[in-house]
T-cell receptor, first 117, second 112 residues
Framework: AQTVTQSQPEMSVQEAETVTLSCTYDTSESDYYLFWYKQPPSRQMILVIRQEAYKQQNATENRFSVNFQKAAKSFSLKISDSQLGDAAMYFCAYRSFSWNQGGKLIFGQGTELSVKP | DSGVTQTPKHLITATGQRVTLRCSPRSGDLSVYWYQQSLDQGLQFLIHYYNGEERAKGNILERFSAQQFPDLHSELNLSSLELGDSALYFC???????????FGQGTRLTVV
């Protein structure tokens, strides 16, 4: 069974600085997707970024980028030029490529990010 | 706005009761997923429906059931409720397995 681990329950960053959130996962599959979701105080789950395992190039979305290390099974999220609105719980998630797995997301425990003005 | 609509937003009920949570997926999305978010269990996958058929089950209790209707909306039925069932229940939808899932705002269930 696949597992996702986020070892940092809480992180803090100064406004305009850069922060990196860590995520490791375990799987025996070679094809899969990885995601970072953001959950602000409103509790809405918002997709931040997505990475396909077959792609060597790291995904980027504006100030958000990932460092995907497939051999190490590591998938970290870097937030550049942090803004107050980035304060939220961040979840790393895994999804199998296999139709048999039903497309479910497997989530890590989350990292609570606070942004200091 | 993700396009996924969940009702109600909040629900308070007593132990032993039964409730129904409703989800309307984004237009055109055939897949509906249900997740439970609680303090002790985190975000857990419950069940997945694709075009009206059950595709995958997670750690869903026997007291819980779900269905997806011909118009693709889905309902999650929770019965014989216990205090431990208090949680945030999310619905998510996607067009296919190869596209990302978009989440609704969730239903906050409080069992007293």
């Amino acid at each position: 069974a696949q597992t996702v681990t986020q070892s940092q329950p809480e992180m803090s960053v100064q406004e305009a600085e850069t922060v990196t959130l860590s995520c490791t996962y375990d799987t025996s599959e070679s094809d899969y997707y990885l995601f970072w979701y953001k959950q602000p105080p409103s509790r809405q789950m918002i997709l931040v970024i997505r990475q396909e395992a077959y792609k060597q190039q790291n995904a980027t979305e504006n100030r958000f980028s990932v460092n995907f290390q497939k051999a190490a099974k590591s998938f970290s999220l870097k937030i550049s030029d942090s803004q107050l609105g980035d304060a939220a719980m961040y979840f790393c998630a895994y999804r199998s490529f296999s139709w048999n797995q039903g497309g479910k997301l497997i989530f890590g425990q989350g990292t609570e990010l606070s942004v200091k003005p | 706005d993700s396009g996924v609509t969940q009702t109600p937003k909040h629900l308070i009920t007593a132990t032993g009761q039964r409730v129904t949570l409703r989800c309307s997926p984004r237009s055109g999305d055939l897949s509906v997923y249900w997740y439970q978010q609680s303090l002790d269990q985190g975000l857990q996958f419950l069940i997945h429906y694709y075009n009206g058929e059950e595709r995958a089950k997670g750690n869903i209790l026997e007291r819980f059931s779900a269905q997806q209707f011909p118009d693709l909306h889905s309902e999650l039925n929770l019965s014989s409720l216990e205090l431990g069932d208090s949680a945030l229940y999310f619905c998510a939808s996607s067009a296919s397995l190869n596209t990302e899932a978009f989440f609704g705002q969730g239903t906050r269930l409080t069992v007293v």
